[in-house]
Every structure is written in structure tokens, then in C-alpha cells.
Antibody, heavy 114, light 112 residues
Framework: QIQLVQSGPELKKPGESVKISCKAS????????MHWVKQAPGKGLKWMGW????????TYADDFKGRFVFSLEASASTANLQISNLKNEDTATYFC???????WGQGASVTVSS | DIVMTQAPLSVSVTPGESASISCRSS???????????VYWYLQKPGKSPQLLIY???NLASGVPDRFSGSGSETDFTLKISRVEAEDVGIYYC?????????FGSGTKLEIK
């Protein structure tokens, strides 16, 4: 069956970086786009952007340009989200979701605290 | 950006009764290909969102047929017939017509 399995929780200090992975299985990875969605504690869903898993081209929502990088390890059917220069407001759960957001990962929690 | 406005903020339903959630978009979600790109998701407590309805009225695989979606170009409704205890959570509408993709603020469904 189609699955997206994300990496585990992270506790980071302001200014550090974090890399979250999303490993896909049950389908051909490069056939479907991958989206990233942020959910701050107690808040709603915010779309961060998507990556074309065939070409590797990322598209970022305006609020996520600069410190956020989407990348791929296509041979491992894995999409990654890297956040640099972490800020307190990056504390959230980050979800990957396959094209049309039909399938979601379980979420990866990132806590930024000094 | 397309703004998605949901109502109500919360709804309390007796098991076995029906519930409706509304969503309005600030722009038509009808594409020239005839597809209306509105989606409905349910986020159960402590879980990731799950797709219920795609392209306005199509039931996602494995979703009970108690759920249905309808609407026009800018006004949409998710209806849940015969609500069950397992339906509790936050319901989100979302538009996948154009970037940036946007979601409504959510409707919390509780059981009386």
C-alpha cells in the first residue's frame, strides 16, 4: 500500500538547522509531486510548497522562501525538507503529502527552544 | 491568494444525525478542464490529515459513503450522514487550483 514515513521528532536551538525526511513506498516515486505542509501547535494547515519529483524543481510559498529547502534522494524514494537558521516560530509539525494530498506522512515534530 | 472561509467554527452532533460544513472560496475553483479543485480533509486528534473528498465530489478510497461533497464554483458543502463517534476531529477544506494552495481554518466536529 502507498505509505509516506517521516523521520522522528527533533529538538533544536535557535540558529541551528534541521533536516526532515519523507520516505515513500508502494508507488513509483517520480510519478507524483510531493507537497510540504506546516502545522504550528494548535493551528491550522499551511502549505509550504512542493517539489517535482521527476525534475527535482522546488516551488516555495512566499513565507517559505530563503531558509527552507526541498530536496530529493530519488534513488531512495525520499523527499527532504531542510530548515536553516531555526527560529522559535518554526516550532511545528511538518507533513509531507503526495500529489493532490491524497496520502500524508505521519508528521515530523520540530521544537525550537533555547 | 485564494481565501477559503469555513463555517461553522465548531459543530456538536448527536450520533446518527447529519452534519454539514460549508466552505467558500474567494475565487472560482472551476478549472477550464471542468474540474473543481476543492478538497476536504479530516484530521483526527493526534493524527495527520486524511483525504475525504477530492475534486469537490469524489469520495476518496476507503472513506465511508456517509461522507459526500457538493457545491458550485465558489460555495462548497461537506455533508456527513449518520454521524459516528469516529468522525470527531477537525475538518478542513482546501483549494488545489493554484499556488499558493490554501486551506480553510477548520471546523471542529464534536459528539454530543
Amino acid at each position: 500500500q502507498i505509505q509516506l514515513v517521516q523521520s522522528g521528532p527533533e529538538l533544536k536551538k535557535p540558529g541551528e538547522s534541521v533536516k526532515i525526511s519523507c520516505k515513500a513506498s508502494g508507488y513509483t516515486f517520480t510519478d507524483y509531486a510531493m507537497h510540504w505542509v506546516k502545522q504550528a501547535p494548535g493551528k491550522g494547515l499551511k502549505w509550504m510548497g512542493w517539489i517535482n519529483t521527476y525534475t527535482g524543481k522546488p516551488t516555495y510559498a512566499d513565507d517559505f522562501k530563503g531558509r527552507f529547502v526541498f530536496s530529493l534522494e530519488a534513488s531512495a524514494s525520499t523527499a527532504n525538507l531542510q530548515i536553516s537558521n531555526l527560529k522559535n516560530e518554526d516550532t511545528a509539525t511538518y507533513f509531507c503529502a503526495r500529489s493532490e494530498m491524497y496520502t500524508w506522512g505521519q508528521g515530523a515534530s520540530v521544537t525550537v527552544s533555547s | 491568494d485564494i481565501v477559503m472561509t469555513q463555517a461553522p467554527l465548531s459543530v456538536s452532533v448527536t450520533p446518527g444525525e447529519s452534519a454539514s460544513i460549508s466552505c467558500r472560496s474567494s475565487k472560482s475553483l472551476l478549472h477550464s478542464n471542468g474540474i473543481t479543485y476543492v478538497y476536504w480533509y479530516l484530521q483526527k486528534p493526534g493524527k495527520s490529515p486524511q483525504l475525504l473528498i477530492y475534486r469537490m465530489s469524489n469520495l476518496a478510497s476507503g472513506v465511508p459513503d456517509r461522507f459526500s461533497g457538493s457545491g458550485s464554483e465558489t460555495d462548497f458543502t461537506l455533508k456527513i450522514s449518520r454521524v459516528e463517534a469516529e468522525d470527531v476531529g477537525i475538518y478542513y477544506c482546501g483549494q488545489l487550483l493554484e499556488n499558493p494552495l490554501t486551506f480553510g481554518s477548520g471546523t471542529k466536529l464534536e459528539i454530543k
